[in-house]
């Protein structure tokens, strides 16, 4: 696997090795020693699966409060999306700065959004299935979000708010700066 942090360090897009043949391919896409090696030693307790069928679906942007905090793997298995984590940890030099990486299911890519961040997507394909592994159970107690186009943030989404396909409650997140429990 090749790892790569991206320009928030804590955040790291993930390569894992694709051997083909005329069979088709085999990749190791999770190895928890390995991952460990480079510095990400975690226990997943849970895999989520989303299919969203339009291009222009947001799912954004999510976080969980401690104790039920997450750190989450993410993976697409069908189409591809522009995967955003911001960084929402108060006093950190990066706070309220986002990156972000294009996962395709065919690159095969993985993106660790580590704890004390908002983690968020757009489908860019119809019909895109995303997987994610996440160290901590669904909370809903302790579930929390901010607005996906928050303009203090500044994500470029690549989709117009009038065409994106919302749910009700990303609708009306609040902005960051009304967030009072982060991290």
Do not use: C
Not at 6 to 28: N, Q, S, Y
Request: glycine share 8%; charged share 20%; no cysteine.
């Amino acid at each position: 696997m090749q790892i790569q942090p991206l320009d928030i360090p804590d955040v790291i897009l993930i390569t894992p090795k694709k051997f083909g043949d005329h069979r088709g391919f085999f990749a190791e896409t999770y190895s928890r020693k390995t991952l460990a090696a480079a510095g990400i030693d975690v226990e997943f307790v849970q895999d989520n699966h989303s299919l969203s069928a339009t291009p222009g679906t947001v799912r954004a942007l999510h976080f969980q409060l401690p104790p039920f905090a997450q750190d989450k793997l993410v993976r697409v298995l069908k189409g591809s999306i522009l995967d955003v984590a911001v960084d929402i940890r108060r006093g950190s030099p990066t706070f309220g700065k986002f990156v972000t990486a294009t996962l395709t299911a065919d690159g095969m890519q993985m993106f660790f959004v580590p704890i004390g961040f908002a983690h968020g997507f757009v489908t860019l394909e119809p019909n895109t299935e995303v997987a994610y592994k996440v160290t901590n159970y669904y909370a809903p107690t302790h579930e929390r979000g901010i607005l996906w186009n928050d303009p203090a943030i500044g994500i470029p989404w690549g989709v117009a708010e009038s065409e994106a396909t919302l749910s009700g409650k990303d609708k009306v997140a609040p902005l960051l700066k009304d967030v009072a429990e982060l991290f």
